[in-house]
């Protein structure tokens, strides 16, 4: 919505400030602002932009709502594609997500543009400049020396060949068909894994890898399962029904079934104990082991049994 930030009147209203924030909007909003849009004395460079939206109302697009999600059970690879810079593509006239859907089309040529960005970010030099290892000797910021890297190539004839590289390959696709997270059993062994590769490493600091680890990926993973877990719905095991509450009766209220929890507590914690010891193990900041610590309340709070609660001998001394 880069329409909001130009000097249109009462364009703040009309295009709220939430709806940048989100990734979408309902059809009939959309077509709201529009039409108003239209009606408004807009300035010559908004007229292209409000041309692109308007295929999406009165385009050659239908527009169907999700009825119903469906979760399945699935052990085995699951493919990615990228196309373009948004993970969005057509897939049997559908709108279709990543790592969601089924992919159900494959791109016939490779546009480097197209793939996916970390890619981009690699250096191709034969070389580094003198000026980089002066450079690493004061610490300074990687981008603070001019490397040429994958990005630099793109939309230029050099964009498909000449990168320079320190490992040679007979096959495209070759690669690692197993990674070590698959073949490594417990979270704990995967971390360790980790930690270790980054202990031996002298440009790496483990302590900071494991706060990255607890930070954006245990506590997002922990505290999303919490609130999953909090406003789940039950289901009756025998004939699958489900309930928004459990019901009074404790039964299904369609067969009489046993109706159970949708989402467990074991799928809730099972990294709770994990963190802790890797915060403990590589002394993570107080800020970080606190954080565990309330988490660790909260799920106390919730799973713990109140009728028959634990407790050690000192409790009594
Ligand atoms: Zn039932």
Redesign the pocket.
């Known amino acids: 919505m880069e329409i909001r930030e130009m000097e249109i009147k009462g364009i703040k209203q009309l295009i709220p400030r939430y709806l940048k924030r989100r990734d979408n909007i309902s059809l009939e909003k959309l077509e709201e602002i529009v039409d108003e849009l239209e009606e408004c004395d807009l300035p010559g460079e908004a007229k292209p932009k409000l041309e692109e939206i308007r295929p999406l109302i009165d385009g050659d697009l239908s527009y169907l709502r999700i009825t119903d999600i469906e979760r399945v059970e699935y052990d085995g690879y699951l493919y990615d594609l990228q196309v373009g810079d948004d993970p969005i593509f057509t897939a049997n006239w559908l709108y279709a997500h990543n790592s969601m859907d089924a992919p159900l089309v494959m791109s016939s040529r490779i546009d480097p543009a197209e793939i996916d960005d970390e890619a981009h970010n690699i250096d191709i030099v034969s070389q580094y400049p003198h000026e980089f290892y002066e450079a690493t000797l004061e610490m300074s910021d990687p981008e603070s020396v001019n490397i040429q890297i994958g990005e630099d190539t793109l939309g230029t004839d050099e964009e498909y060949t000449g990168f320079e590289h320190t490992h040679d390959t007979s096959d495209i696709a070759m690669g690692p068909d197993l990674s070590a997270y698959k073949t490594l059993g417990s979270m704990m062994d995967k971390m360790d894994a980790q930690l270790e590769l980054s202990r031996k490493l002298e440009a790496v600091d483990e302590t900071d890898v494991a706060e990255r680890v607890i930070e954006y990926h245990f506590l997002p993973d922990l505290i999303g399962n919490l609130r999953a877990f909090s406003r789940q719905e039950t289901r ?1 095991l ?4 489900k309930f928004r509450r459990m019901p009074l009766t404790e039964t ?1 209220r ?4 046993r109706v159970n929890l949708t989402v467990h507590q074991g799928s809730v914690n099972k990294y709770m104990q994990t963190a802790i010891e890797v915060a403990e193990e590589y002394d993570c900041r107080p800020y970080t082991k606190q954080r565990l610590e309330v988490l660790e309340k909260s799920l106390e709070s919730i799973f713990e049994n109140d009728k028959n609660k634990q407790s050690g001998i000192e409790d009594f001394m």
């Open positions: 009756c025998d004939c699958g029904e299904c369609e067969c009489g079934g």
